[in-house]
């Protein structure tokens, strides 16, 4: 992490309406903004002219967790490019995930990460859809011992293997987890996120628009005249701070190559957030368009 996302870690969470909120790493105390982005879907097709200008206008409005993996086809690439052309390495905190479950394939599939993303270092690598309950981190912790990368975690947007994903949380106590969750996906409520909590592990929302679903179950309508009491003023802004209610959520990092569309989930991170009270009233709300 460079100077300048070193300085802002220190930083009080934001109040102020145009200010990003910023939440803690629970096993830091390091404060993350709580909007970032995820390269998951369409990054290799899109223009790398136009993919630059969505982690530029990432930084500009205050952001700085890019969210990927080795298996994102050129994700990582990409990303490593147009970092290093916008010499924006120091003010972004890059995460990024490996399929491999042992250390010495492990070791090559994150070497070639480090050469795809022009890095000597990460800021978090996390084990990708853990699917075995006695997965141990081990090796990654060694890889965070010898500075690879300063935080370790795993991922699963996977339902079925989630039991597995329970036990490893609660016996491996990673830093991060990051975890399928949208408005009309709640599963990861009734016990991962508490594991997360009781485990300290800082929480990731992979999939908050749940691949679109979200946008099509509210295609020609209005959003209502209530999300203005929590400060939203777009149906993506309803969505992701419906997630950021719940304060186990770290941050959100939805996906897109469109820097108007990373400006407007940005935005999600500013002003009030919804309660306990206005988060149920959201989730009964989306309930009843079905």
């Known amino acids: 992490m460079g100077a300048g996302l070193a300085a802002a870690a220190i930083a009080p969470q934001a109040h102020a309406q145009n200010a990003l909120i910023k939440r803690p790493i629970p096993h830091s105390g390091e404060m993350l903004p709580v909007v970032g ?31 990927t993996a080795s298996s994102y086809g050129g994700a990582e690439e990409i990303i490593g490019a147009a970092l290093a052309q ?6 972004v905190f890059i995460a990024t995930k490996m399929r491999a479950d042992n250390a010495a394939a492990g070791k090559t599939e994150f070497d070639a ?32 011992a010898q500075k690879l990368t300063r935080y370790i975690g795993i991922s699963s947007t996977f339902p079925r293997d989630f039991p597995a994903v329970e036990a490893v949380i609660k016996r491996e106590k990673p830093d991060f987890v990051e975890l399928n969750y949208s408005i ?4 990861i409520e009734a016990r991962l996120l508490p594991a997360c909590a009781d485990a300290g592990a800082a929480v990731l929302t992979a999939l908050p628009f749940g691949r679109n679903s979200a946008f099509r179950a ?33 941050a959100v990092i939805p ?7 990373m400006a407007d989930n940005l935005a999600a991170g500013r002003g009030r957030l919804p309660d306990d009270a206005q988060c149920k009233k959201m989730a009964q709300f989306f309930d009843g368009l079905s």
């Open 37 to 67: 982005l995820g390269t998951a879907n369409n990054f290799d097709d899109a223009d790398r002219e136009q993919t630059r200008k969505v982690f530029e206008a990432l930084v500009a409005g205050g952001g700085s967790l890019i969210d």
């Open 255 to 261: 996906g897109t190559t469109k820097a108007e569309h």
């Open 218 to 250: 509210v295609k020609g309508k209005e959003l209502p005249e209530w999300a203005k009491e929590f400060d939203a003023a777009t149906w993506g802004q309803f969505f992701l701070k419906f997630l950021l209610g719940h304060k186990t959520v770290t």
């Open 86 to 91: 916008g010499k924006l390495r120091d003010r």
């Open 113 to 144: 990460s480090l050469r795809k993303l022009q890095v000597k270092q990460v800021d978090l690598m996390m084990l990708h859809n853990v699917r075995n309950a006695e997965q141990s981190l081990a090796y990654l912790r060694d890889w965070k």
């Open 184 to 187: 009309g996906d709640r599963e």
